[in-house]
């Protein structure tokens, strides 16, 4: 990716270069073009396009923003109640991610979601347990995990 993204930056200067300006708008012109030429030739390349990681490091953080706020509002609910009739609980949920970047990643994001808290992670980095403030259904959690993080997460790494 890095090598991409280098190209790119390489192929806005030579624009530069030929347009004889040397600013801001013809650089940015120059990187658009340099997009193009990558994009016609991306199969030639041994990584995948790298736009498609930028756009998948955009989702993950979309996702993320998204289950914050949808978190926040659960535990204000739970906090705001009469009657606190919590099931607070720790689940083992075992992770398909191989990296320790891409754990490092999840187990961060679990954590800063409000109301959850990655507790440990197993010896050999498939299993993460987690505590969660409020769990009324284990399975519920886990495919949540999964289907928004853990998802995000491969495609960003794929």
Not at 130 to 148: F, G, L, P, Y
């Amino acid at each position: 990716m890095s090598f991409q993204i280098l190209l790119n930056v390489f192929l806005a200067v030579i624009w530069m270069f030929l347009k004889n300006e040397f600013n801001g708008s013809t650089f940015i012109i120059g990187y658009v073009l340099g997009l193009g030429i990558m994009f016609v030739f991306r199969h030639f390349f041994t990584e995948r396009f790298y736009l498609n990681r930028v756009k998948a490091v955009i989702q993950l953080t979309l996702i993320f923003a998204r289950e914050l706020i949808l978190s926040n509002v659960s535990v204000l609910k739970v906090v705001l109640k009469p009657k606190l009739d919590m099931r607070p609980g720790i689940f083992a949920f075992e992770t398909v991610l191989t990296k320790d970047w891409e754990i490092t990643i999840l187990s961060n994001l679990i954590t800063l979601t409000p109301g959850t808290l990655v507790v440990e992670v197993s010896e050999d980095n498939r299993i993460l347990y987690i505590h969660a403030m409020d769990i009324a259904d284990k399975e519920e959690a886990v495919d949540s995990i999964k289907n928004t993080f853990e998802k995000a997460i491969m495609e960003v790494s794929k």
